[in-house]
């Protein structure tokens, strides 16, 4: 089950925490949750915070898909940043860690 911190504004980023397991059950939770998030804030940038995350399947991948398509139309950018190797891993395979920008800390914990 896919748990969701409320988003945090860093200074110029809009940062959303996921914990738990990011699959096809989960998925149109975190989507929900991550294009709230990226239109309810003036911020140029979506990071998610997936250093709680425990596993992540293809299912879950989906809703990054449709994310990065939302933030694209409003000229925003999406990164993923914390990812355990475990789940980075998936986004390598997949190859999709060249499409998303993939950064080691979040700029909530970077500001802090």
Request: proline content about 5%; overall charge negative.
């Amino acid at each position: 089950m896919l748990a969701s911190s409320p988003s945090v504004t860093a200074p110029s980023a809009t940062v959303v925490y996921l914990s738990g397991v990011l699959n096809a059950e989960s998925a149109a939770e975190f989507e929900r949750k991550l294009i709230s998030a990226m239109r309810c804030d003036r911020s140029n940038e979506v990071v998610v915070d997936m250093s709680q995350v425990e596993s992540l399947d293809n299912g879950g991948l989906l809703p990054f898909m449709s994310a990065l398509n939302a933030v694209r139309s409003e000229s925003k950018d999406l990164s993923i940043c914390s990812a355990p190797p475990a789940i980075r891993i998936v986004f390598e395979l997949t190859q999709l860690d060249r499409i998303f920008t993939m950064v080691e800390h979040s700029p909530a914990a970077v500001a802090a």
